[in-house]
């Protein structure tokens, strides 16, 4: 079994995104699920933060900002998606691009458009 940072909470949010596919389905626009997973991350007592804004630089120099779906305690950025079919591979250079921006560890691409809820984990 492969051993990471963070593994237990994104566990966890997985499971809470398993659990609100089953019960809503496909076909929502994204802020629907996203608005699901805030409840499930409330009710675990489990902190977040809703479209948190990271800057990005470049030769120390701050050249623009970017908003990630949501930040869960300060350690998972979750980057949500509502896209059936295939996912573009842009969405998985954009989670990646956000934990080095962010200098945060781990990341989840959850994509709920399609019959079965797609997940993608990152570790930098």
């Not at 609100?20 to 977040?48: C, D, M, R, V």
């Not at 908003?67 to 896209?83: P, S």
């Amino acid at each position: 079994m492969e051993v990471y940072e963070n593994r237990e909470l994104t566990q966890i949010i997985i499971g809470f995104c398993y659990k609100i596919h089953t019960q809503i389905g496909p076909g929502f626009p994204e802020k629907i699920y996203a608005n699901a997973l805030k409840i499930k991350l409330h009710k675990a007592n489990l902190e977040f933060c809703i479209e948190k804004e990271f800057a990005v630089e470049f030769e120390n120099q701050i050249i623009g900002k970017f908003r990630c779906d949501l930040v869960v305690e300060n350690k998972v950025i979750v980057e949500l998606k509502a896209v059936a079919g295939f996912q573009p591979k842009l969405f998985k250079s954009q989670v990646i691009s956000y934990l080095k921006a962010s200098n945060i560890k781990t990341g989840l691409l959850i994509n709920f458009g399609n019959s079965s809820c797609e997940i993608n984990r990152f570790v930098v």
